[in-house]
């Protein structure tokens, strides 16, 4: 049975962001996952919004880090602090002991998976579980996933962008791939180096992307552009240059390849009922990747499926974790 008196919680544990779902409650905390430490003596600085404003601007001894990559632990002892103040910061310290519900990419190894439970556990879970990335973003974001129905989402992260189609409570074809926001912001970073003369940090990458992003070359066109900083390769001295939004869609293109392919596999992969569901219903996008502009109608486009975004995407894996802890007994016996 469920912790009687204890709050339970579900995670998504993301490259990007963490998101906290408290059961009763709804999302309660969304912060980024980044930590900042002492290379000295070990200790933790700062975690989430405090640790993301030091990324690029720390001194020797201080250095900001993203514990997950790819959508799994990097830095296992640095997941389990951050984890631990996530846990702490949702429920208070003196709540009791969580059971808690964390997502992983539907590629992850028996390896990856374990390692995520141990550190949930060691962060102050009773018990922890886990469920897999697109299926927690179909139940967030509202599909049938339990009726005899095909439906397909795809969610687009931070690490990973993870592809399947769902009936019947289960996954029946799926694909996790390392294509996702953070490659996108590194496509842009050597777009610019390469075509600019300019070197950037990660996050005047992300700024651009939402800022003048697309998905499309052509529709692009249209988007205008506007001013970056960043330090000149040939003087080495800062400086500030103009692009356009379709240097930002030409930067893009291999990575939104990438995610059509991954797409256009899942989809060769199922049977012709679930394909055809999938003609009827659509595909769901979900995940921060998901509102990169045109991007919903270059999908559509290369499949010939409709395509739409579902209401909240950058919530639905966190929603669909936490709406799981209903059926954590389910889940006990897997």
Same mark, same amino acid.
């Given at each position: 049975?469920?912790?009687?008196?204890?709050?339970?919680?579900?995670?998504?544990?993301?490259?990007?962001?963490?998101?906290?779902?408290?059961?009763?409650?709804?999302?309660? $905390?969304?912060?980024?996952?980044?930590?900042?430490?002492?290379?000295?003596?070990?200790?933790? #600085?700062?975690?989430?919004?405090?640790?993301?404003?030091?990324?690029?601007?720390?001194?020797?001894?201080?250095?900001?880090?993203?514990?997950?990559?790819?959508? #799994?632990?990097?830095?296992?002892?640095?997941?389990? *602090?951050?984890?631990?103040?996530?846990?702490?910061?949702?429920?208070?310290?003196?709540?009791?002991?969580?059971? #808690?519900?964390?997502?992983?990419?539907?590629?992850?190894?028996?390896?990856?998976?374990?390692?995520?439970?141990?550190?949930?556990?060691? *962060?102050?879970?009773?018990?922890?579980?886990?469920?897999?990335?697109?299926?927690?973003?179909?139940?967030?974001?509202?599909?049938?996933?339990?009726?005899?129905?095909?439906?397909?989402?795809?969610?687009?992260?931070?690490?990973?962008?993870?592809?399947?189609?769902?009936?019947?409570?289960?996954?029946?074809?799926?694909?996790?791939?390392?294509?996702?926001?953070?490659?996108?912001?590194?496509?842009?970073?050597?777009?610019?180096?390469?075509?600019?003369?300019?070197?950037?940090?990660?996050?005047?990458?992300?700024?651009?992307?939402?800022?003048?992003?697309?998905?499309?070359?052509?529709?692009?066109?249209?988007?205008?552009?506007?001013?970056?900083?960043?330090?000149?390769?040939?003087?080495?001295?800062?400086?500030?240059?103009?692009?356009?939004?379709?240097?930002?869609?030409?930067?893009?293109?291999?990575?939104?390849?990438?995610?059509?392919?991954?797409?256009?596999?899942? $989809?060769?992969?199922?049977?012709?009922?679930?394909?055809?569901?999938?003609?009827?219903?659509?595909?769901? $996008?979900?995940?921060?990747?998901?509102?990169?502009?045109?991007?919903?109608?270059?999908?559509?486009?290369?499949?010939?499926?409709?395509?739409?975004?579902?209401?909240?995407? $950058?919530?639905?894996? *966190?929603?669909?974790?936490?709406?799981?802890?209903?059926?954590?007994? #389910?889940?006990?016996?897997?």
């Amino acid at each position: 049975m469920l912790g009687i008196g204890t709050k339970n919680i579900g995670i998504d544990l993301g490259t990007a962001n963490t998101i906290v779902y408290v059961d009763g409650k709804g999302i309660v $905390l969304r912060e980024p996952s980044v930590v900042a430490k002492n290379t000295k003596t070990g200790e933790i #600085v700062s975690v989430g919004d405090a640790a993301r404003e030091m990324i690029g601007r720390t001194p020797a001894s201080i250095v900001a880090i993203r514990p997950m990559k790819d959508g #799994v632990i990097a830095d296992y002892d640095t997941t389990v *602090a951050m984890m631990k103040h996530y846990i702490e910061k949702a429920l208070g310290k003196s709540s009791g002991k969580p059971y #808690v519900m964390v997502c992983v990419p539907s590629g992850v190894t028996e390896v990856e998976k374990r390692a995520v439970i141990d550190a949930t556990r060691v *962060a102050g879970a009773r018990d922890a579980y886990v469920i897999e990335e697109p299926f927690a973003a179909a139940i967030g974001a509202g599909l049938p996933v339990m009726d005899p129905t095909g439906s397909m989402v795809v969610d687009i992260g931070g690490g990973t962008t993870d592809v399947a189609t769902i009936s019947l409570g289960g996954i029946v074809s799926s694909r996790s791939i390392r294509m996702a926001g953070d490659k996108m912001d590194e496509a842009i970073v050597y777009y610019v180096r390469q075509n600019l003369n300019l070197l950037i940090g990660e996050r005047t990458a992300e700024k651009l992307k939402w800022d003048i992003g697309s998905a499309s070359i052509e529709a692009s066109a249209e988007m205008g552009t506007t001013e970056i900083r960043g330090r000149d390769l040939v003087s080495g001295l800062p400086k500030t240059t103009e692009v356009s939004a379709t240097d930002v869609a030409t930067a893009l293109q291999d990575v939104v390849a990438d995610i059509i392919t991954a797409i256009k596999e899942t $989809l060769e992969e199922t049977s012709p009922e679930i394909a055809a569901d999938v003609i009827d219903h659509g595909i769901v $996008l979900t995940g921060g990747g998901a509102l990169l502009k045109h991007l919903p109608e270059v999908i559509a486009e290369e499949t010939k499926v409709p395509v739409f975004i579902a209401s909240e995407p $950058l919530d639905c894996v *966190a929603v669909g974790t936490g709406e799981s802890l209903k059926s954590i007994d #389910v889940m006990k016996k897997k």
